[in-house]
């Protein structure tokens, strides 16, 4: 079956560093996306990454190793307007985007 | 430019009860989704549209029927409501639909409660 893990909730503080894992087994890859959902808001685009790397882009950035089928989002100077979910999806091999869980992340002062 | 729009916002709806969730997008994006979120599950794709006068079946379609008569509307359509359809509603857009990678956007949701 198709799977992405990432963990259900993070808690980090106003200024810091965050680090937030997504693993996943899928039915083939055609590229990860990251989402920030605000509570009771609509999941708006992050980043995408295809090929192995690094991708930054301002505040986040965003790694994939396709071959440990492994991605984290990297939050930099962490501002209380950073407090939402992070939701993982993976494109399989359908072109079908296969979505984790979503971590909460909680940013205190 | 509204980007896509869904109403109602919110429903409450008795088992049994037909209802039709409306999403309209004015970005002219090839493709059209519908997702349900559910607390402590990803987002599960009910059906897509990847063209105008196309449909197809998501993770969950069961319970759910779609059209796609014109570019802008996709209308998600819930037959005969059952408690296990409450949920948020998202609907999503994206430039291309199948055999692309491209981005997509999504709507504010609709918050659905059947009882």
């Known amino acids: 079956g198709q799977n992405i893990d990432q963990p259900t909730e993070m808690t980090a503080t106003e200024g810091a560093i965050v680090q937030i894992n997504c693993t996943y087994q899928t039915s083939g890859f055609n590229g990860l996306f990251w989402y920030q959902q605000h509570a009771g808001e609509a999941p708006t685009f992050l980043s995408y990454?295809?090929l192995d790397g690094l991708e930054e882009k301002g505040r986040f950035s965003s790694f994939l190793s396709r071959s440990k089928g492994y991605s984290y989002l990297l939050l930099k100077e962490l501002q209380m307007k950073d407090s939402a979910s992070y939701l993982c999806a993976v494109m399989d091999s359908n072109y079908q985007l296969i979505w984790g869980a979503g971590t909460k992340l909680i940013i205190k002062p | 430019i509204a980007g896509i729009t869904q109403a109602p916002t919110s429903q409450i709806l008795a088992a049994g009860r037909r209802m039709t969730l409306r999403c309209t997008q004015d970005?002219?994006?090839?493709?059209m989704y519908w997702y349900r979120q559910d607390l402590g599950l990803g987002l599960r794709l009910i059906h897509y549209?990847?063209?105008?006068?196309?449909?197809g079946k998501g993770e969950v379609p069961d319970g759910y029927s779609v059209s796609r008569a014109n570019t802008d509307d996709f209308p998600l359509t819930l037959a005969s409501a059952v408690p296990s359809q409450t949920s948020v509603y998202f609907c999503?857009?994206?430039?291309?639909?199948?055999?692309?990678?491209?981005?997509?956007?999504f709507g504010p949701g609709t918050r659905l409660t059947v009882l």
């Open positions: 999503a857009s994206s430039d291309s639909g199948q055999g692309h990678t491209d981005t997509q956007y």
């Open positions: 549209s990847n063209t105008a006068g196309t449909t």
């Open positions: 990454n295809v």
């Open positions: 970005m002219r994006h090839n493709a």
